[in-house]
């Protein structure tokens, strides 16, 4: 029977990168590229090949070995697994980059920043630290070479080959007999001066003196050249020439150095450096200075390099947020970070984390995701979206704070496209429908019909005939001036979805009741929109052609690019509507709104308008009620972009300022919305909106407006009478009669309304009326008071203990 022995370096998990080997510390080792077989994680390993005639140089690369494997520190070069045979050794290590060849690659790319370089000279004097200090060992090697960089940025200290121990056990330091290498080395050693005058740390921090010059310098052609410092920066140059003086005595500690150079104004005294500290100690802090430090951690992340926030600073924060409850501060930085992150990577570490936070009952966290939401939306996908997400953001609808109901229909913009049948046309339709009728903040009904305009396009057909003309037709009613605006806009936005027997007989009506609406900028808009729809039926009227290329979208599916034409027409803002809630919060957080009271009867056009009721307010800046110069400028009234969402409305307690004039709401400016008033034309149709009071009816909360009564019998069509043909009409003109009786009220009579009594005679009688009831419940309450006055002069007070018998 035949035994084959196993290769142990066929058998090692950790295979060898085909790739051309990294070069490495001067010496016997070759630093290559590999990766682990199971994971294929990527790793570095130093490779040394035992040859004969090199017994010395073995036992060091072997010492070097178990020293690697022994030593554990942060800032030492991280030892994963090993492989000793007689034919060879392998070092496995985190995987890293040579310092002499990352500085090359980033001088090309721009050159390293003072922080990264104050950060990376601080790991490796912090590494001599713990080897002089803790461990009373000498590096003995310090040098670019034995530096190396991982993918974070970090700094590592490498190349033990020579080390031995500060005590004098083992013997004295090994022969280096690379002249490379010995020119590191500090002059009392080649002068050959005692040993008893220098402390155990002199000669290494000498070699760092050496490693400063080369950093900052270049190569070190010859040890003269350390006498001028060169690039190295002024802050650090007093430290520096105290590393490099002929005195041994003189040179720091290198504990000492870095408390030197953390000195106020010394180089390693800035917001780099303490960002990694407070990182290296994150588990030990508090839970309020770990809150304090991720609320300022954002403001700071532009200026890390990208490579330590990928690296570094994002697994702290997931940490953070998975086992630390950090909460919602970590949102800001997270995202900030992400975007430094690919799609796959994002998908891996981000979307994870963010689907858990949505299933948080945390109302500060719950609204900075609604707000950020556009920093991840495009790595989230359709079903994690409809199962995982909409069900958490839905309750936001419901909740009772304003800012996040106002943020929920906000996030609608960027969830709609990904939401599924069921969610879209029925789930968030039955929101809307309840906000847009109920919510009694006039700024949450005003976006929720924004909104609707802005996501119509993504409805099913039969839901947009269904819901939009109606939800449309219910905001122009809104006593909130700037939600009937959004109706006007809603329904050019949305103009390619209707038919013409829709435009000319569901849209217009509604469209001209608002041509004597109070508020200017409703009665602009309405002028033209009014004007789109009227030129849209005329010119198929003049070509009936056209009638299927106008309705195309009509009955089309749902799709992202059918409202494009239209949202351009109106101008609508993509990034969506202003903050308008949670600037009244932030002003006036338990003010209850203005526009919930009762809107006032409109008043007759000739009588004096009554005084607006006054409702307590509380007070504002001058300058937050601005009016705008009407423009004169026609063409400009008609090529300007409607960004009508981008508006300030300002503090909905002014409800008792006087509304404020200008010409075009749509495109610039501050608006002043005051005294919610009804539109004067809407009197007659609150019952068909009726339906919307009803608190579980979505589908009734849609419905569209009655079809007006017929005309009383006898009534005659204006196709019957004579418009000015040709033909004389033996009938006369059936408006003389409206010209004389215009003669006749002319002349002043003691019982005329005036010329233009806008409510008739039934608003007179019902005016005398309340009048008349007002006028005999006063007399009635006087009466009673003076009833009550004469028996309690009669009588006089009642004595304590007797009985009331009459």
Sequence with gaps: MWFFARDPVRDFPFEISPELPEGGPPGPWVLHRGRKKATGSPVSIFVYDVKPGVEEQTQVAKAAFKRLKTLRHPNILAYIDGLETDRCLHIVTEAVTPLGAYLKARAEAGGLRELELSWGLHQIVKALSFLVNDCSLIHNNVCMAAVFVDRAGEWKLGGLDYMYSAQGNGGGPPRKGIPELEQYDPPELA????????????????????????VFNGPLPRAAALRNPGKIPKSLVPHYCELVGANPKVRPNPARFLQNCRAPGGFMNNRFVETNLFLEEIQIKEPAEKQKFFQELSNSLDSFPEDFCRHKVLPQLLTAFEFGNAGAVVLTPLFKVGKFLGAEEYQQKIIPVVVKMFSSTDRAMRIRLLQQMEQFIQYLDEPTVNTQIFPHVMHGFLDTNPAIREQTVKSMLLLAPKLNETNLNVELMKHFARLQAKDEQGPIRCNTTVCLGKIGSYLSASTRHRVLTSAFSRATKDPFAPSRVAGVLGFAATHN??????????????????TVDPERSVRDQAFKAIRSFLSKLESVSEDPTQLVEAEKDVHAASSPGMGGAAAS???????GVSSLTSKLIRAHPTAAPAETNVPQRPVPEGLPAPAPTPVPATPTTSGHWE?????????????AADRWDDEDWGSLEEAESVLAQQ??????????WAGQTSNPGHKSQESDWSSWEAEDAWEQGWQEPSPPEPPPEGTRLASEYNWGGPEPSDKGD????????????????RDSWGDDNWEGLEAESRQAKAELARKKREER???MEAKRAEKKTAKGPMKLGTRKLD
């Design 781 to 783: 309450r006087r009466e």
């Design 191 to 214: 002068d050959g001066s005692g040993r008893a005058v220098r402390e155990k740390w002199s000669a290494d921090m000498w070699r760092l003196g050496c490693l400063i010059w080369e």
């Design 663 to 672: 010409d075009n709401w749509s495109t610039g400016g501050q608006a002043s």
């Design 734 to 749: 059936p408006f003389a009669a409206l010209s004389v009786r215009r003669e006749a009220g002319a002349q002043p009579r």
């Design 497 to 514: 979805l209707y038919s013409m027997n829709d435009c000319a007989h569901k849209i217009l009506p509604v469209l001209c009741s608002l």
């Design 569 to 575: 027409w109106a101008g609508w803002a993509v990034t």
């Design 627 to 639: 009016t705008q110069e009407e423009s004169k400028d026609a063409e400009e009234d008609s090529t």
